[in-house]
Nanobody, 115 residues
Framework: QVQLVESGGGLVQPGGSLRLACAAS????????MSWHRQAPGKERELVAS????????KYADSVKGRFTISRDNSKNTVYLQMNSLKPEDTAVYYC????????WGQGTQVTVSE
């Protein structure tokens, strides 16, 4: 059974940092491209960042370039999202996704950026 479990969300002030983690089980993690997505209230889910199975290629949404960093540790079956200089508009539920022939999603973790 495939499971993706996100953690690390919470409440942070503008300008602060959070590190999200997504632990995978039930998949050959190293063979999957991984990505982080987010969905704010009333908005569609959007891609935030992605990383190739080998970790050699990363992509970012323009809105987070220079502030967020995606990384992975295949030995721990975990993908991370380091989020710095957080803004109120980063408030959303953040989901990780594992993609190969099929896609698997985690349950999401809430990130709230507010005074």
């Amino acid at each position: 059974q495939v499971q993706l479990v996100e953690s690390g969300g919470g409440l942070v002030q503008p300008g602060g940092s959070l590190r999200l983690a997504c632990a995978a089980s039930g998949v050959s993690f190293a063979g999957y491209a991984m990505s982080w997505h987010r969905q704010a209230p009333g908005k569609e889910r959007e891609l935030v960042a992605s990383i190739a199975s080998t970790g050699g290629s990363t992509k970012y949404a323009d809105s987070v370039k220079g502030r967020f960093t995606i990384s992975r540790d295949n030995s721990k079956n975990t993908v991370y999202l380091q989020m710095n200089s957080l803004k109120p508009e980063d408030t959303a539920v953040y989901y990780c996704k594992a993609q190969r022939l099929v896609a698997y999603w985690g349950q999401g973790t809430q990130v709230t950026v507010s005074e």
